[in-house]
C-alpha cells in the first residue's frame, strides 16, 4: 500500500481512508509498512485536494516507481488517480487515457527518462 497511489481527496466523506489498523485485519496478505500514519492524514473536512495536487502525488508516485528494482510491479487505484497518471504524467498512447472501467486492468511498459 502506498499513499501517494489514491484518489482525490478531501470534502468527501467517502474519499477519507479507513485507518490502517482496520486494513490490516482485513487486508493480512498487503504489506503497509509504507503508510507513514493510521490515520488519514490527507483528508481535509473542507478543501477537495486540487487536480493539480493530485498529479503531484500521482508524480511522487512514479518517481519512488522508478527506483524499485522490481521489473513487474501491478498498480491498483482509483480510476480518477488513473487517468491522472496516463493523462498529466505519462507520455502515451492516446488508447491509454481513456477513463478507467472498474476492474480494469491495463498493461503497459514504463520507462523512465532522466533528464
Sequence with gaps: AHEMAREE???HVCDRRRPVSSQKVEFPQVDF???ESDVDSLFD???RESKMQ???RAYKFMEWLSKRKES???VASHSGWLLTVFNGIL???DSLK???QTGEMRSVVLEFVVQ
Excluded: K, N, Y
Design 9 to 11: 481527496s478531501g470534502a
Design 33 to 35: 509498512s509504507l503508510m
Design 45 to 47: 473536512e473542507v478543501v
Design 54 to 56: 493530485v498529479g503531484e
Design 72 to 74: 513487474c510491479v501491478g
Design 91 to 93: 507520455e502515451c498512447d
Design 98 to 100: 481513456q477513463w478507467f
